[in-house]
């Protein structure tokens, strides 16, 4: 179940936990930054960054470095939605040809259309997760400024059926699951009938904090975010030291080896994968030193210090 695999990466095993890790076991690379919603937990709505496709030929070439380097899990997007990447079904199935034996996909759902999600499966796609952060039509038109509730949940009733088709055609079984943000207990409790709906065409349902993503959202409408990117519901780790520092890529659109899953202003870059290698990013200068203040607990004047400056 995704619950455990999401558990390994937050846990930082003893062999991680050092200024010079292994390669990481997952990576995530952004096909896009772009994204069709704005959410107000979210920061890409913010514009802090371009937004543009990666370049092909550099996918392809991190995508068979990293593979190389040792990487087993590979997730086809990173902070935009990669549903806007046209050729994502192809660049699955370039991932599955070069032998990741798990490859992941998270999508808030708006255009995972029937016909896309089946190519995306047939191509070898191992996971996919909706982002499920809303209990009706008018909370979802005022989080993310688009209407899109009811076509989030044909969706997800449909790639039921498109993975059942294809496992009955292929033999190949997609997970697919859903999340939700509890970003307070009265959410919790309005959301109850959404997730109940959608439940049944998912193979696990899990609850996330809400995240202040490096500070950037920390307070959005109120609200109260937890310190860190402190895991999942049920499975809650200490901020520091972070999971992010030590046991999983962040690949950017432009070719980055972010240290951070919420960097959407450049301030984690750890080095130019244009000019450099993945695994040379990996145990950049750079990377050494945020990683040597999490183990010591104090991130004070470092990249990490606005993320864990509010609990």
């Known amino acids: 179940m995704i619950v455990n695999r999401i558990d390994n990466i937050t846990a930082i095993p003893d062999t991680y ?3 010079l890790p292994p390669c990481p076991k997952s990576v995530k690379i952004e096909l896009t930054a772009r994204c069709d919603f704005k959410c107000f937990f979210c920061a890409t709505g913010n514009k802090l960054r371009e937004t543009a496709d990666m370049d092909e030929d550099l996918l392809y070439r991190l995508i068979a470095e990293m593979r190389e380097a040792g990487v087993e899990e590979l997730g086809m997007f990173y902070l935009g939605e990669s549903f806007l990447f046209k050729r994502l079904p192809e660049a699955i199935a370039h991932a599955r040809d070069l032998g990741y034996p798990y490859i992941f996909l998270t999508t808030n759902g708006r255009l995972a259309r029937p016909e896309r999600v089946r190519a995306c499966m047939e191509a070898g796609l191992d996971s996919l997760k909706f982002s499920f952060n809303w209990a009706d039509t008018d909370q979802c038109r005022e989080i993310t400024q688009v209407d899109a509730f009811d076509t989030v949940v044909a969706n997800i009733k449909a790639a039921r ?3 059942d088709e294809v496992e009955a055609a292929t033999g190949h079984r997609c997970g697919l699951y859903a999340s939700s943000i509890r ?8 959301m ?3 997730v109940e709906t959608i439940e049944p ?12 993503q490096a500070g950037l959202t920390a307070g959005a409408r109120g609200t109260h975010p937890v310190a860190g990117n402190i895991g999942r519901i049920g499975a809650l780790r200490e901020p520091l030291p972070c999971w992010a520092v030590f046991t999983e890529g962040h690949v950017t659109f432009d070719g980055h080896l972010s240290a951070c899953c919420f960097d959407h202003d450049g301030r984690f870059k750890m ?4 000019q450099m290698s993945f695994m040379d990013a990996w145990h950049s200068q750079s990377f050494q030193d945020l ?5 010591a607990k104090d991130v004070t004047g470092t990249p990490c210090e606005a993320c864990i400056a509010y609990s």
């Open 271 to 274: 080095g130019d994968l244009t």
């Open 183 to 190: 970003y307070d207990d009265a959410q919790h409790e309005r």
């Open 201 to 212: 065409h998912v193979d696990q349902h899990y609850w996330l904090p809400l995240y202040g």
């Open 192 to 194: 109850v009938a959404a």
């Open 291 to 295: 990683r040597e203040a999490n183990l």
């Open 161 to 163: 059926e498109m993975r």
């Open 17 to 19: 936990r050092d200024v």
